[in-house]
Every structure is written in structure tokens, then in C-alpha cells.
């Protein structure tokens, strides 16, 4: 079946440094993909998504790009901040109603 | 304006109290969607919605009872729930598109402890 498969956390950063979370998926057809963030105590935001492939997500300096060859979606970032310090799930639609969700990764940022 | 309302924010229940989450949006959706997110995990679906007709139960035990009054609104009714059960509950909603290009955007979701 559709699966996601994420990166292991936590990943540990310094404030400015570059980001990358990497992301693949096993899927039929051509599925949307999104990357959530959610910080603590919170619920789930929407950071970004691609519906095709070759189409680049982007929001707030995240970015991602839809790599139907490589089967991925990374999350990058060229400068994390402290505050960008949160969990990140990977998804992608499995149809309309299915969203499958990576393990999620956590970010961690310090000063 | 994509914005999803939660009440409560938190709640604490005991296992034989009857309590209601609520969930709220004013974006013209037709399909809304309950999860349960367990510490450390991702959120796994429980009902879905669509224009206000349950589609999905994933095989979720009858102490939880969803209700969707109107396009706008979903409730989820609690009842004899189990320590267990203790969670964060997130609503989401989505336009209802054909295909796989429906974008589900969630709510602040509300802390649910059973003691």
C-alpha cells in the first residue's frame, strides 16, 4: 500500500544553519504531496504542498520539490531560527478522503 | 482565511462522564475528518464526513460517536471512554476535490485526558 518514510529525529541545529528532512514515498498514481508542521501543544499546519510532479512547494523559506524519479519531497531550509523549532509530518494524498502520514521528524534549533 | 476552530482546548474527563468536542469552520467545506494523536505519533484518522453524511469509520468503538449537525459544524461525542483514549483530537476539513488534489487543513485540536 501508500506509505511515507521520513527521516529519523530529532535533528539537532544551530540558529542559521541549512536544514534538510528527507522525505520519500511509496504510491500508485500521482498523489499530492504536503508537509505539516506542528509546534508544541498545537495542531497540525499546513507548511506547504505539490500536487505534480516537478511543481516546488514553498512557504515562510521552506521549501520542497516533487521528484516523481526519486520518489521524494525533501523539506529544506536555508536558515533555520529557534522558532522554526517543531515537529515536521511528510503526507501525501492517497485519495480524497486518505492522507498517509510519515513518522514525523522533530527539529530542535538552539541559539 | 483557513482556519479551523477547536472547543475545548483541553479537557479532563473520568471514564463514566458523557462529554462533546466541537469543531467549527466557515470555509464552504464539504468534507470534515476526526483524528487521534497520540504522543510522538502521527494523527490516525477515525470518521470522515462528506456533505454532512458519515463516509469513513475506522472501525473506531461506539464510545466515540461523531455528529456532523450541518456543513459547518462536527461534534464528537464521548462516552464511558478509557484512560486509553486519553489524546489530542484534531479536526480537519477539506473543499472535497476530485481525485488526490483535496488539501486537509486542521484545527488547533483539544487535549483530551480520561482519568
Known amino acids: 500500500g501508500d506509505s511515507v518514510t521520513q527521516m529519523e529525529g530529532p535533528v539537532t541545529l544551530s540558529e542559521e544553519a541549512f536544514l534538510t528532512i528527507n522525505c520519500t514515498y511509496t504510491a500508485t498514481g500521482y498523489p499530492s504531496l504536503f508537509w505539516y508542521v506542528q509546534y508544541p501543544g498545537e495542531g497540525l499546519q499546513l507548511l506547504l504542498k505539490a500536487t505534480k510532479a516537478d511543481d516546488k512547494g514553498s512557504n515562510k523559506g521552506f521549501e520542497a520539490t516533487y521528484r516523481k524519479e526519486t520518489t521524494s519531497f525533501h523539506l529544506e531550509k536555508g536558515s533555520v531560527q529557534v522558532s522554526d523549532s517543531a515537529v515536521y509530518f511528510c503526507a501525501l494524498s492517497s485519495g480524497p478522503d486518505k492522507l498517509i502520514f510519515g513518522t514525523g521528524t522533530r527539529l530542535q534549533v538552539f541559539p | 482565511d483557513t482556519e479551523v476552530t477547536q472547543t475545548p482546548k483541553h479537557l479532563v474527563m473520568g471514564m463514566t462522564n458523557k462529554k462533546s468536542l466541537k469543531c467549527e469552520q466557515h470555509?464552504?467545506?464539504?468534507?470534515m475528518y476526526w483524528y487521534k494523536q497520540k504522543a510522538k505519533k502521527p494523527p490516525e484518522l477515525m470518521f470522515v464526513y462528506s456533505y454532512e453524511k458519515l463516509s469513513i469509520n475506522e472501525s473506531v468503538p461506539s464510545r466515540f460517536s461523531p455528529e456532523c449537525p450541518n456543513s459547518s459544524l462536527l461534534n464528537l461525542h464521548l462516552h464511558a471512554l478509557q484512560p486509553e483514549d486519553s489524546a489530542l483530537y484534531l479536526c480537519?476539513?477539506?473543499?472535497?476535490?476530485?481525485?488526490?488534489?483535496?488539501?486537509?487543513?486542521f484545527g488547533p485540536g483539544t487535549r483530551l485526558t480520561v482519568l
Open positions: 480537519a476539513s477539506s473543499q472535497r476535490l476530485a481525485g488526490f488534489k483535496d488539501t486537509q487543513y
Open positions: 470555509m464552504g467545506h464539504r468534507a
